[in-house]
T-cell receptor, first 117, second 114 residues
Framework: SAVISQKPSRDICQRGTSLTIQCQVDSQVTMMFWYRQQPGQSLTLIATANQGSEATYESGFVIDKFPISRPNLTFSTLTVSNMSPEDSSIYLC????WGQGRGYGYTFGSGTRLTVV | AQSVAQPEDQVNVAEGNPLTVKCTYSVSGNPYLFWYVQYPNRGLQFLLKYITGDNLVKGSYGFEAEFNKSQTSFHLKKPSALVSDSALYFCAVSASEGNNRLAFGKGNQVVVIP
């Protein structure tokens, strides 16, 4: 299965600043996903990123707050903009290595633990 | 839209005893079901999946899960728990048609007591 490198692994940021999280995959994948895991909670899908098109955001998430880039089939970034303490979460990227788009063994990165102070 | 219920917040089990983590799901059409494990300060690791075929699926680290369509359940099991199995376990479901989003349960903290 695909191997994902995600960085940074953790960061402490000042409110009002922005952080860009990178996700690098060792193989070409069609679909990449960004999730948020708030403290003590489950994973919530932020958006789906396909190469060559705008990301598709889930309800409650907007591009101005979470801009996403997908410049090629192995790389994506998620930016958390104008951060507030409520943005403190673990952010994970995920890929669908079989390109089935049906959850065939989604693979996850190790996550970015973000603390906003 | 699909959803998952993991009714217990925490599962405590003695080392060497059988471990069961419960999961029920709701989805339109046929479900694709997954279990993931999350160790402290780590990402999610894939354990096993049910897509089609045999209802009993075997995965990593000696875990298995049984798909029960009539009860809409996909409970995770391990015959003999290890202290190293202590972690957070997530059940997830995707649909075979329509919305293909992967919906996660809230997670179960498993504590294996030496």
């Amino acid at each position: 299965s695909a191997v994902i490198s995600q960085k940074p692994s953790r960061d402490i940021c000042q409110r009002g600043t922005s952080l860009t999280i990178q996700c690098q995959v060792d193989s070409q994948v069609t679909m990449m996903f960004w999730y948020r895991q708030q403290p003590g909670q489950s994973l919530t899908l932020i958006a789906t990123a396909n190469q060559g098109s705008e990301a598709t955001y889930e309800s409650g998430f907007v591009i101005d707050k979470f801009p996403i880039s997908r410049p090629n089939l192995t790389f994506s970034t998620l930016t958390v903009s104008n951060m507030s303490p409520e943005d403190s979460s673990i952010y994970l990227c995920s890929v669908d290595p079989w390109g089935q788009g049906r959850g065939y063994g989604y693979t996850f990165g190790s996550g970015t633990r973000l603390t906003v102070v | 839209a699909q959803s998952v219920a993991q009714p217990e917040d925490q599962v405590n089990v003695a080392e060497g005893n059988p471990l069961t983590v419960k999961c029920t799901y709701s989805v339109s059409g046929n479900p694709y079901l997954f279990w993931y494990v999350q160790y402290p300060n780590r990402g999610l690791q894939f354990l096993l999946k049910y897509i089609t075929g045999d209802n009993l699926v075997k995965g990593s680290y000696g875990f298995e899960a049984e798909f029960n369509k009539s009860q809409t359940s996909f409970h995770l099991k391990k015959p003999s728990a290890l202290v190293s199995d202590s972690a957070l376990y997530f059940c997830a479901v995707s649909a075979s048609e329509g919305n293909n989003r992967l919906a996660f349960g809230k997670g179960n903290q498993v504590v294996v007591i030496p």
